[in-house]
Each structure stands twice: as C-alpha cells, then as structure tokens.
C-alpha cells in the first residue's frame, strides 16, 4: 500500500537521550516534512525538504535535526530529548500532481521524562 | 505574522444536519487552501483545497467557501454522518513554497 511508513508508532524517553524518528515513502515524492502536534496549537512545521540532498527550516526547528539522503527517508533526530518535545510528530511528504497537498503518515508519540 | 485561526473550537451536530466549520487566515500571500481531517489515532487526511482565485468549489458531500475580503475560509458538510465525527483542520499555503499553516483544529461531534 503506498503511503508513509513511521517507526516507532510510540516511544517513552529519558530527558537527554537521543532519539531518531524514522519516515519512509515510497510515492517518490520530491518534498517531505515533520510536524508536531500539541493540543490547542495545531500542527507545527519543524523541518522540511523539497528534494533529496536539500533540507529547510520550519516553525519551531530548535532541537531538531533532519538529514534526506535520498528521495524516500527523512529520518528527525532529537539530539538530546527534553520534556517539551513530549508530542506527536507527523511525518508528511507531497509531489507529482498534488504537489500542494500533504500525505501523511499515522504518526509516532514521543514522551519525554 | 502568518495564522489560521478557526472560530469554534468543538461543534456538535446532530446526524442528518448539515456542519459548517469556520476558520480565519491571516496571510494575505496564501494563494491555497486546504482543509483535512483527522480521525483519532491517525494523520491528518486531506478532504478538499481551493486556490486564491475561486469563492467555492464542491465535493462529495463538502463545499469549501472562500471570502477573500474578510479571510475568511468554511468547509460545509452535507447531512452529517457518524463517520464524520473528527478533528477538521484549515491549512494555507503560498504557490511554491513549502510551508503549510495550520490551524488549531475544530472537533465535530456528530450525534446519533
């Protein structure tokens, strides 16, 4: 089934240690994303990259990082996890016809102790 | 700076009647509009966009209506089903670029 594919689906975490959020793809879309949700704030644009090789900025970058080696994996890490990165992170990617509109993916919950 | 803003943040409605969900957008520059949905435990799904140069367009039983002068952005949905119950977010986004703005989202409660 082509969709997105994140992993872990949830993770509990001890403040400071690193953690990495997997996203894969296989609609060979050109851009990809992660946003966080929190309740009452909406999703939040963390990261994004329009094509492999390159990658952006979003809203609330501070903490994370991102890599996108090829087309298809655009792995988050968390450097060193704090409390207030407790969220749900969604992994989304867009291209081809609906080069506007996000596919995402179920999404992974990270909690930070 | 850029915000999408909805009015209500829960709306209930009863099984049969027509939804209306309401939403504010800041950024003039936004030429794209989105609307999706988001059931519990799962991403959000998209249901239907309009561009800055249209007032309304229609789907499947949603209709998405665009009031420039006020920004202003509502998703109408057709005698409302169990199945639409749900988190219904806006979302705007610039021709080219990158960057989709949500809102903060409007949980409808659709009641048997």
């Known amino acids: 089934i082509a969709g997105i594919t994140q992993a872990p689906t949830s993770q509990i975490l001890a403040a400071g240690r690193r953690m990495t959020l997997r996203c894969t793809q296989d609609m060979r879309h050109n851009a990809m994303y992660w946003y966080r949700q929190d309740l009452g704030l909406g999703l939040r644009l963390i990261h994004y990259s329009n094509t492999a090789g390159t990658t952006g900025k979003g809203e609330v970058p501070d903490g994370y990082s991102v890599s996108r080696a090829n087309t298809d994996d655009f792995p988050l890490t968390l450097a060193s996890a704090v409390p207030s990165q407790t969220s749900v992170y969604f992994c989304?990617?867009?291209?081809?016809?609906?080069?506007?509109?996000?596919?995402f993916g179920a999404g992974s919950r990270l909690t930070v102790l | 700076g850029e915000s999408v803003g909805l009015h209500l943040p829960t709306l209930s409605v009863q099984e049969g009647d027509n939804s209306i969900i309401n939403c504010a957008y800041s950024?003039?520059?936004?030429?794209?509009f989105i609307w999706y949905k988001q059931e519990s435990g799962k991403g959000p799904q998209f249901i239907i966009d309009?561009?800055?140069?249209?007032d309304k367009r229609q789907g499947q039983r949603v209709t998405v209506l665009l009031n420039k002068t006020v920004k202003h952005l509502s998703l109408q949905i057709a005698a409302t089903q169990p199945g639409d119950s749900a988190v219904y977010f806006c979302a705007e986004r610039a021709t080219g670029g990158f960057k989709t703005i949500f809102g903060a989202g409007t949980r409808l409660f659709v009641k048997a």
């Open positions: 309009i561009r800055s140069n249209m």
């Open positions: 989304a990617s867009s291209g081809g016809a609906g080069a506007n509109v996000l596919t």
């Open positions: 950024n003039s520059a936004s030429d794209y």
